[in-house]
């Protein structure tokens, strides 16, 4: 008998890319036993169906040439006989796992009437069970997969399609692959594919990519549900391992799955115009039938969330900064010295950028290693751009009042000393601000651009008074344990009055001493 839906409370975890299992006592204990004992078997099993699906995949390839490598495997004996022995072995090892049964509500339409078969909630690995009750249909994998034993082979058996997320060229070929196989009435296989793509906790359905909505055909929307009191198989960017989650899993006596095919859903040709807007309504779509909020956040380089077309990462690289910081021994009145020192770096022949070495004595740290965390927070080399480190520090200590960072942030990336900022610019300055790359500031700078070149009271006006926008503010860079740093300085003459006046646009050490020291009255900031 299946039981309800295991998920914790939305309210429990910060994000949707955490998950902890949470086990009693008695459930620790009844898994260290069961698991000790079914663990090794059920592995072993595993692992000797995967070995004899090695051969068989590589098999179905043998003797082709490129060009027939090219077209889709669907009739012939590479079709009738490997095919099903695949399938069961694949199936085989998803009941050696415990997945003894596989219940399965509504009907899965054929690859004429919906080429693409959209999966939702991703939970973890184990969702590759889907495959095997949906007739093995293609998928899209990172090219790099190909090396790995057996994994490889069986990619090349399903006739993937193989992108490399590093080259821009082959995503662009992915992309024109995908196109051609969901048009092609039938000659390709089905494709299956995660649009949320990467996996979550499932208390929410996070914001669909568009690849499987791109070529603009119908689209059958199938729903994953794991009906466990135990919430064993779920694998997010923090919290359980996936380690553990195959462990918790074969620790299970069973583990009910239920594959529910919704509809199939023919686009408007609005949507067919317009991918994105294609995959908002299936991602509205699937969580209304899961009863769950559809939401904005997206799995990049960090979990994000979108705001007005800004990415804001839900873990904000400047708290954890401020708390390796703390960590490190820097007390409040040495953090702003540190902020002092990288703003006369930026105005230094040595530039904005630094190194991990460099970072060490700037910012009076002990320990290399927390410069080489910090920096690990800004980007994935040992370089950091002072600016965007400073900025987005300041922006969420309490250290300076809002309208005295805004005056510090145009300054820095006014890089034509016009008084107003270009598109790059403003989409530099915001990504400084939040301490992450920013892509799609077309809809801020549109805003700030309503009365000309934007200016450094447009961006003050904008950030304070629009209603999407205010709430980066009140929300994301106000300090923690402290009122928000919404200034509520008023209008003079129409226009946000500028305490800044008269200083040089150059003089900004002296701009921060000057904002540091007014900023004595604000709240110290809490240790993260």
């Not at 909630?121 to 095997?132: K, Q």
């Not at 899961?290 to 380089?301: N, Y």
């Not at 926008?469 to 009140?474: D, G, R």
Request: aromatic share 8%; net charge neutral.
């Amino acid at each position: 008998m299946e039981r309800q839906d295991s998920r914790q409370a939305t309210s429990d975890y910060p994000h949707p890319f955490i998950h902890k299992l949470k086990l009693t006592r008695a459930q620790r204990i009844r898994g260290m036993v069961l698991g000790t004992i079914l663990f090794p078997i059920r592995i072993f099993l595993v692992a000797l169906c995967f070995l004899m699906m090695w051969p068989i995949a590589r098999l179905r390839s043998a003797g082709l040439s490129e060009l027939e490598r090219s077209r889709p495997v669907v009739v012939g004996w590479r079709w009738w006989l490997l095919h099903p022995i695949i399938r069961v072995l694949g199936r085989a090892a998803f009941f050696f796992l415990g997945f003894f049964w596989v219940r399965v509500k509504g009907r899965r339409a054929g690859r004429k009437e919906a080429p693409v078969l959209a999966v939702a909630p991703h939970s973890s690995f184990l969702d590759m069970l889907v495959l095997t009750e949906t007739q093995l249909p293609t998928v899209v994998s990172r090219s790099e997969n190909l090396k790995i034993p057996v994994i490889g082979a069986l990619l090349e058996f399903n006739q993937s399609v193989m992108v490399n997320r590093k080259n821009p060229e082959s995503r662009k070929q992915a992309v024109a692959q995908i196109k051609e196989r969901l048009t092609s009435n039938g000659y390709w296989p089905q494709m299956l594919m995660f649009p949320e793509g990467t996996t979550t906790n499932g208390t929410i359905l996070i914001k669909f990519k568009p690849g499987a909505f791109l070529a603009g055909v119908p689209v059958q929307p199938v729903l994953l549900h794991y009906p466990n009191k135990l919430d064993t198989v779920r694998w997010t960017h923090k919290g359980t391992t996936w380690v553990e989650t195959l462990w918790h899993t074969c620790s299970q006596l069973y583990t009910n799955v239920t594959v529910e095919y919704l509809p199939v859903y023919t686009p408007s040709q609005e949507e067919k115009d317009d991918s994105n807007l294609y995959a908002d309504n299936i991602q509205k779509l699937m969580a209304k039938a899961l009863g769950i909020p559809a939401t904005d956040h997206v799995m990049g380089r960090v979990p994000t969330r979108m705001l007005g077309g800004l990415s804001l990462p839900l873990e904000p690289p400047a708290r954890e900064t401020l708390s390796l910081l703390h960590k490190d021994g820097l007390r409040e009145s040495e953090v702003k010295v540190a902020l002092t020192q990288m703003i006369d770096r930026c105005q230094s022949e040595l530039g904005s950028s630094a190194v991990v070495d460099e970072l060490v004595p700037l910012m009076g740290l002990t320990d290399r290693q927390t410069a080489a965390k910090i920096c690990g927070l800004y980007s994935e080399d040992d370089k950091v751009d002072l600016r965007q480190l400073y900025l987005s520090v300041a922006a969420v200590s309490s250290l300076l009042d809002f309208k005295s960072l805004l005056h510090i942030a145009f300054t820095l990336y006014d890089t034509e000393g016009s008084g107003s900022l270009t598109a790059v610019d403003v989409s530099n300055l915001m990504g400084a601000l939040v301490g992450s790359p920013q892509y799609h500031t077309e809809e801020l700078y549109s805003e700030l651009s309503r009365r000309g070149a934007p200016t450094e009271q447009d961006l003050f006006r904008v950030l304070t008074t629009h209603p999407t926008y205010q709430k980066l503010i009140s929300e994301y860079l106000a300090s923690e344990g402290a009122e928000s740093t919404t200034p509520s300085t008023p209008l003079i003459n129409g226009k946000v009055a500028n305490n800044n006046e008269g200083l040089p646009s150059d003089n900004r050490s002296a701009l921060l001493s000057k904002t540091a020291d007014n900023s004595s009255a604000l709240p110290n900031k809490k240790d993260d």
